[in-house]
């Protein structure tokens, strides 16, 4: 039996993704994720981050499959990724290079 908080966090990565997403297409399939990348992050004073590469969240269930030297393509680009991050909360963050 699953307890609350695992039921509860699965509900909210729902909303969240279903709310906030921007549309992407991995290897030709459209997914819901979140893209970032630092040349497109709003400036926050001084604040410097260690972010390089551009990176997709996606919910583990729809990163199951990615795998390094697949394509996200984001607003036209192609980004190739270079490496796949579970991070033992039910998201992957996809590291990127642009193509």
Known sequence: ???FRDVLAR???DIVFSTLHDEVTLN???TRGMFSAPWLSPELGRLKTGL???MLALR???AV???RGDVVVFEGKSYAVVSVEPDGTGI???VLRPE
Do not use: H, I, S
């Open 65 to 67: 499959a990615a795998l």
């Open 28 to 30: 030709g399939k459209p």
């Open 1 to 3: 039996m699953a307890n």
């Open 52 to 54: 390089v590469e551009p």
């Open 11 to 13: 509900r909210m990565d």
């Open 92 to 94: 992957t963050t996809l």
């Open 60 to 62: 583990d269930k729809d």
